[in-house]
């Protein structure tokens, strides 16, 4: 397998330019980043999505810093050769100064990042302008912002009238002002990512945004369909349904060690019978004799 060196902001902005797609998919440990890795993506991220598909809360918003670092540097272990960036979890840079960047900092030097997600348009663009200031790389997330569901009224499709396209086209431009590398678009409506993307120097990357983004990103257990139970999505396309292949390979393994059938003679070492006998029979002489 050739060697994978990965990408930069600067080589992003080129493959924009360029119109080669950018690849991106989420990864919360070592196993599934060594995967993504190996398949040859173009960016992971380190989600705060783990909080619904991994530690079993219905929103992002339970998720922790230290959730966010101890999964970073799971990934980072499995996907050394990739660009791999971490969610900035929910309040973690809407305080202070010195709070944003404390938090930005155990990212970075502790979880290994090597660029941070922040949710929001022109209200976080003094933070992202902060955090580029020091050095940190910063993806922009607009559209549906999983963080502020409560405040945008649930799981809604964005830029569906005037007002709100334009929202989205100030909140992009403002981001890019700021320093952000690029934007997530979460779904939006495809004319307005479409345009968004064609006002921008820097990459776009859609989540049920449509075809007209610079590239894509996609949650792994929504890709797999691993879940229980597998709600379905209309953006998301399923490249292998490994749900169900889990679910009834465990079903078998119980079944067959209920039935004895595993392990079978093809599971088992054996010792030669002068071991056992020295182990076990010599034992029981002794004791009989006693």
Same mark, same amino acid.
């Given at each position: 397998?050739?060697?994978?060196?990965?990408?930069?902001? /600067?080589?992003?902005?080129?493959?924009?330019?360029? $119109?080669?797609?950018?690849?991106?998919?989420?990864?919360?440990?070592?196993?599934?980043?060594?995967?993504?890795?190996?398949?040859?993506?173009?960016?992971?991220? /380190?989600?705060? !999505?783990?909080?619904?598909?991994?530690?079993?809360?219905?929103? @992002?918003?339970?998720? @922790?810093?230290?959730?966010?670092? *101890?999964?970073?540097?799971?990934?980072?272990?499995?996907?050394?050769?990739?660009?791999?960036?971490?969610?900035?979890?929910?309040?973690?840079?809407?305080?202070?100064?010195?709070? @944003?960047?404390?938090?930005?900092? &155990?990212?970075?030097?502790?979880?290994?990042?090597?660029?941070?997600?922040?949710?929001?348009?022109?209200?976080?663009?003094?933070?992202?302008?902060?955090?580029?200031?020091?050095?940190?790389?910063?993806?922009?997330?607009?559209?549906? @912002?999983?963080?502020?569901?409560?405040?945008?009224?649930?799981?809604?499709?964005?830029?569906?009238?005037?007002?709100?396209?334009?929202?989205?086209?100030?909140?992009?431009?403002?981001?890019?002002?700021?320093?952000?590398?690029?934007?997530?678009?979460?779904?939006?409506?495809?004319?307005?990512?479409?345009?968004?993307? !064609?006002?921008?120097?820097?990459?776009?990357?859609?989540?049920?945004?449509?075809?007209?983004?610079?590239?894509?990103?996609?949650?792994?257990?929504?890709?797999?369909? *691993?879940?229980?139970?597998?709600?379905?999505? &209309?953006?998301?396309?399923?490249?292998?349904?490994? $749900?169900?292949?889990?679910?009834?390979?465990?079903?078998? *393994? /119980? &079944?067959?060690?209920?039935?004895? !059938?595993?392990?079978?003679?093809?599971?088992?070492?054996?010792?030669?019978?002068?071991?056992?006998?020295?182990?076990?029979?010599?034992?029981?002489?002794?004791?009989?004799?006693?």
């Amino acid at each position: 397998m050739a060697v994978k060196h990965p990408l930069n902001i /600067v080589k992003m902005k080129k493959m924009k330019q360029e $119109g080669s797609a950018l690849s991106m998919v989420t990864a919360y440990d070592y196993p599934t980043a060594r995967l993504a890795e190996e398949a040859g993506v173009d960016m992971i991220l /380190v989600g705060d !999505s783990l909080g619904n598909v991994v530690l079993g809360y219905d929103s @992002t918003l339970p998720v @922790t810093i230290e959730d966010m670092v *101890y999964h970073t540097r799971s990934v980072v272990r499995g996907a050394g050769n990739t660009f791999i960036v971490a969610d900035m979890p929910f309040m973690t840079y809407h305080g202070s100064v010195d709070e @944003t960047l404390r938090n930005v900092r &155990k990212l970075m030097q502790e979880g290994h990042a090597h660029a941070v997600k922040m949710e929001g348009g022109r209200e976080i663009c003094g933070a992202v302008e902060t955090i580029v200031g020091a050095g940190v790389p910063v993806l922009g997330h607009i559209g549906l @912002t999983p963080q502020s569901v409560n405040q945008i009224g649930g799981y809604r499709i964005q830029g569906k009238d005037e007002k709100d396209a334009q929202r989205l086209l100030d909140d992009a431009k403002a981001l890019e002002q700021a320093g952000a590398f690029g934007v997530v678009l979460e779904l939006v409506t495809e004319q307005v990512a479409e345009y968004i993307t !064609s006002q921008l120097s820097i990459p776009t990357i859609g989540i049920g945004a449509g075809r007209g983004v610079d590239g894509q990103v996609l949650v792994f257990h929504d890709i797999f369909q *691993y879940a229980s139970p597998y709600r379905s999505k &209309k953006f998301v396309k399923t490249f292998g349904d490994a $749900g169900t292949l889990i679910r009834e390979g465990l079903a078998q *393994y /119980v &079944k067959e060690v209920k039935d004895r !059938s595993f392990p079978d003679e093809s599971h088992v070492f054996t010792a030669e019978d002068q071991v056992v006998e020295n182990l076990y029979g010599k034992g029981r002489e002794k004791v009989n004799n006693e």
